[in-house]
């Protein structure tokens, strides 16, 4: 017992008396069970959103991106905001997985399964937008540089948009390889658990035969590390790269060498929102109250306090440097006076009202440590970080250099459907997820269960007093 | 006797299993393997299992992603088609290097990752359909199990295990 010491003044992050074959059955159990009505209500929903979606992407590549609102001077709006939006949330299932595993976080670990999943599901949709939005997506594959028939002809290396490809498809790869290596013990669990042949034979197959050997585990943890490691980099090159699609651009309001650090921040912020919302909900709904606690919900507002006071001081500076730099063009940036009073100045205010105004109720501790408030301010973020990015994008590009150019942007109910389509198709991916797979990284939680459950920090505790 | 028997003893608690260990290690005994439902921390180190060199691999393969991203921008920007895209110079790599850096750095990544990952599935025999090889399906849940070849000397390893507080100690003939 001496050598899971820790100190008294840490809270357990295990509540409740648990043994190792409590985490187990409290795990396995909506994999084990059945789903409910509300389970299939909540699907019904989100595949009914799906199927709109994929109707408004076909209706979009059979007739053309005209029936997009976008003009010839707004040429991203919808499409590159859901993009960037949808990559920004995945970064927070990276963060916990990785950085948070760098720096020994315990909370992290009943949490990150959830937050990789998410991950991955945002991804996916984000990894959809930069096909769609082209004007011939079939001729997408001309992005890669593989040896063809045109004289090998090549494609540039100078291109943001070519940098986000590799950057998209490396981030989406070693994503799923970490989450499916970290996912391997919890398979193998479920596979010398299950009764029912053909879930055996599922899990036997995915679990890759799984033993759980000492040098197994040895190898498996020098693994997490590692890619923990180079996960870390990667999420913050990956945000970095996505924000060059505008600093790298001659635009006022998107040249700006402040990017790639406050997109970071920002990514971080909104995905840590995400992340609120979606265990909100799954904690209550998988009976998981004792793994993610109070206390969780607390460090994951700290988080969002932090990077969102970076977000908040990257508002100010940018704010401040159009008015400094003197150029009559930065009179018209998204982070401007001409912003604040255009016609563009509702989604500029909704901005400050959601990312800045509403998440400061965090530093009272009341606030971030209810689950209510935390589940209303993470929907606020989320909407937040949302306007950020249209506002970035389409406030920027709807006044230009020229005044000649000078114009507005209105969604068509086909941008709409491909964006509530995504979330649809993200909710399907989440749902059927939780459903099937193990929610909780049961390796690590019985790791920490004696130096942090709450059981045995009483027990401790006890022992210190005599 | 034959020598293909081995003691399978299982424990509820790595606490418990860590001490067996100690036990068994310092009554000269050889353990031929340990499973565990978890990674149980200083394990390997008391079993004298060498360090895993998966993180050099992991180096090695960094360094190959690197090598590629720089040939390869090398080879398809400055090499075969030399061209001016926007004013950008592609007299040689090193004025156009800036422009590769986000290239280099995924590449870089890219390699580390999988090739480690990949090294790890085959050197710890992992795949999807890879037979499980725990004795007890127990292992993966709650149950540590020690698994001790038996040269001859069954009684006294027993007697050894019954000081360990095993909750369970089976002789098993492996085939």
Redesign the interface.
Known sequence: ?S?HYEAPIREPLVLGEK???DI?MDIVKPIEGKANKNWYIAFTIALIAFLWGVGCILYTIGTGIGVWGLNKNIGWAWDITNFVWWVGIGHAGTLISAVLLLFRQKWRMAINRSAEAMTIFAVFQAGLFPLIHMGRPWNGYWVL?IPNQFG???????S?L??DV??IS?YL??SL??WW?GL??DF??I???AVKPFQKKIY????????????????????S???AG??T??VL?VH??VS?DFATSINPGWHSTIFPPYFVAGAIFSGFAMVQTLLGIMRKVSNLESYITRLHVEYMNIVIMVTGGIVAVAYASEFFIAWYTGSPYENYTYMSIGAATGPYGWAFWSLILFNIAIPQLLWIQKVRRSFIMSFIISIAINIGMWFERFDIIAIVLSKGHLPSTWTRFEPTFVDVGVFVGTIGFFFVLFLLYARTFPVIA???V??IM?SSGEHYKQLRDGKNEH | MSTNKVIHALY?D??VLMDAVKTVKEANHHIE?????????G??KL?G?P??R??IC?FLYGLTGLAFAIW??NY??ID??PQD??G?PSFSWIV?MP??V??M???T??F???L??IT??M????????????PD??????IFLMEIPVHNNEEELTALLNTTNAVEIKVIEKH
Do not use: C
């Open positions: 017992m050598s043994s190792y074959h187990t540089p090998s002809l090549w494609v540039n290396f100078n943001p070519l940098w590799f950057a490396t790869s070693v390889v970490f290596t391997l013990p193998a669990m596979r010398d658990r036997a197959l995915l679990s890759f035969g799984w033993s759980g050997r000492a040098k197994d585990w040895q190898r498996f943890e020098e693994v590390l590692v890619l180079l996960a980099p990667l090159s970095t790269i060059m049961q390796a690590e019985k790791t004696k | 509820n790595d606490d393997e340990v499973f565990t439902p978890f990674p149980v921390h394990l390997d079993l299992l360090h895993t998966l993180a992991a390869m921008t398809m920007m075969n088609w895209i926007g950008k156009n422009a590769f986000p290239i750095f995924e590449l990544v890219f580390a990752a999988h480690m990952v790890f599935y050197r710890s025999r992992l795949w999807p359909f890879k037979e499980a090889e725990n399906p127990r292992t993966t849940d709650d």
